[in-house]
């Protein structure tokens, strides 16, 4: 029988405190399955699939997360299915909107610019209310020097130190095209540090782990742990391979937006 296939891109936000990641996983709650599990209710049928633009980590947040939706033999009515889609998910999911595409279209394949922010504050413990969006140092740290070595991630290098077990498969090359540490000015809430910080990245693609491994070398800079001769190292193809064991918590990143070439 012929399989007529119907295309949507869908935008997405959540809050992923309480959630082990994007991906489907058997025994935990995920966003794919929250996801799966609405559109399954509003339509009443289970003959579509779902692909994300980059699946995010346990705890990770989305400002800006897109998701390609294909639904068998029957279009949709957009004006019916996205508000009761939104009405459906949980509160910590939010779709922005909803498209048509065609087959054309692979969410997967076509080029984006991924920024990424991991929001982070140091010095005194912070209200227990931001822990689902920022990571508490209670260590000093030396921001000047975290912001010199944040430059030293912008262009093309092996990322190799930034991968969390790459496989015999894994692409390590790769380009950032903007990385810095500044003040955090873009997400405020009252019970909010009244200084806190953020790093801000930008690239078309990031190995496992990448942002957090960074965020950790930069926060042991920032203790005196490390130098940044030790940040120009692991970033060398020719020198020694450094495996860094400090991955930050999940918590503090943030998926800020998606920008489709």
Known sequence: MFRKRFYYLIQLQYLGFRYHGWQKQPKVNTLQRMVERT??????????????????????SANEAYVELFVDHQSLNLQEFY????????????????????????????????????????????????????????DKLDIAAMQKAAKLFEGKHNFRS???????????????????????D????????????LL???????????????????IDLGKGKIDLNFIKQTLDPEAEEITLEHIVPGSGLILNSVEFK
Not at 41 to 59: P, S
Not at 172 to 182: A, D, F, P, R, V
Request: charged letters at 25%; hydrophobic letters at 35%.
């Open 39 to 60: 559109i399954n209710y509003v339509l009443d049928h289970n003959d579509f699939k779902i692909l994300a633009a980059g699946r995010t980590d346990a705890k990770v």
């Open 162 to 184: 930034y991968c969390h077990r790459p496989s015999a498969n894994t692409i390590l090359e790769g380009e950032i095209t903007y990385c810095e540490i500044k003040k955090n």
């Open 200 to 218: 801000r990245v930008k690239g078309e693609g990031f190995k496992r782990n990448q942002i957090r491994l960074m965020m950790g070398a930069l």
């Open 83 to 138: 508000p009761l889609f939104n009405k459906n998910l949980p509160q910590d999911i939010r779709a922005l909107s909803i498209e048509e595409t065609d087959e054309h279209f692979n969410i997967i394949q076509s080029p984006k610019i991924k920024e990424y922010l991991y929001l982070f504050s140091f010095g005194e413990k912070f209200h227990p209310f931001c822990a689902p969006f920022m990571y508490n140092i209670l």
């Open 186 to 197: 873009t997400y405020t809430a009252n019970f909010f540090p009244e200084e806190s910080y």
